[in-house]
């Protein structure tokens, strides 16, 4: 499918169903009772417990759901998914601890980068100096850096500018590989297959990286565009969040995670 085809079906596909589409939309609600029950003035402290295991047990439950309206988009199916709320909560947590390791895979690198660089060294030294710069009765910004030896401060921008880009970029890698992932995950239904790192490639590169780059940007304007509208539409006195976040959000994340599903689907 091309980029136009894409977006037109993702916006279309929330509705397809409207029964299912209100049970989603009831669970966005559920979800977020315990923020917006205290902007109302509604605080107890039993209350506030019950309803934030509810919004995690939620949590997972949305996750998994958009997980399955993935593989609909990867699988041509047209309408929204049924739902089995036991099935789509293990989904979720599957889905989030796929999501931490493509988290923590960049994290340890950066971190050794930074390590090797001499970014963590310098910088302790620098806390340490600014520290006793204090302790001195400097009180400014200008006079506590003053007294950091600059051979130290060259140390630290450098390794910091180094780590930095390293960061960047491999956030950018990951982020692909992780979205790709995701969908192998919903694909085959098996948490492996969204960390097997080769057929992941593969799959890239079937779609085009390139098409795959374009399309996010594209679907993540798209959905940046219905935010700032669903905020506008939040300003309105009581029902304004209410109407938000009962048809706004659940009609985002529906098109997020189809267009995701479609841009893949010529992989398989």
Known sequence: M???EIIMDAIKFPISDTRKFLIFCALIILMSLSTILPSYGVKNDTLSIILSLVTLIVLFVV???????????TDGENTLPDFDYVKQFVIGIKALILDIIYFIIPTVIVIIVASATGLISSFTKIVYISIDAIA???????????????????????SLTVTLIVAIILFIIFSLMSFTGLVRFAKFGSGTEGLRFREILKDMSKVGLIKIIVTLIVIYIIALALAVVIGLIG???????FIGIFVGVPFVLLFLYRAIGLLYADAY
């Open 2 to 4: 091309n980029l136009r």
């Open 63 to 73: 996750l998994g759901y958009s997980v399955e309206v993935i593989k609909s988009g």
């Open 235 to 241: 300003l309105i006195p009581y029902i304004g969040v």
């Open 136 to 158: 001195n009765d400097a009180n400014n910004l200008t006079a506590i850096m003053g007294t950091v030896p600059k051979p130290i401060m060259n140390t630290f921008t450098n």
